[in-house]
């Protein structure tokens, strides 16, 4: 795996967590819920703008992101 993969590999795992643990929900469920609202794919396609931003930003725009497409767990 190249370097730039797993930095974004490690970037979302990164982001999860902080996700989960914000919500106070199992890393799992943050995981899965993140999936079906498409804020992995927010994450990933838009890596090099939101390694810039502040966790407590990305936190809301995951969350935004996910209300956008009716995830109502945030």
Same mark, same amino acid.
């Given at each position: 795996?190249?370097?730039?993969?797993?930095?974004?590999?490690?970037?979302?795992?990164?982001? %999860?967590?902080?996700?989960?643990?914000?919500?106070?929900?199992?890393?799992?469920?943050?995981?899965?819920?993140?999936?079906k609202y498409q804020a992995l794919d927010y994450?990933?396609?838009?890596? %090099?703008?939101? +390694?810039? +931003?502040?966790?407590?930003?990305?936190?809301?725009?995951?969350?935004?992101?996910?209300?956008?497409? !009716? !995830? +109502?767990?945030?």
């Amino acid at each position: 795996m190249s370097k730039s993969i797993r930095d974004k590999v490690d970037y979302v795992v990164y982001c %999860v967590n902080e996700f989960a643990r914000a919500h106070s929900i199992p890393y799992s469920r943050a995981f899965d819920y993140l999936d079906k609202y498409q804020a992995l794919d927010y994450i990933v396609n838009f890596y %090099v703008e939101n +390694t810039q +931003t502040p966790m407590r930003l990305m936190l809301e725009d995951m969350a935004e992101c996910c209300r956008a497409r !009716g !995830g +109502t767990l945030v």
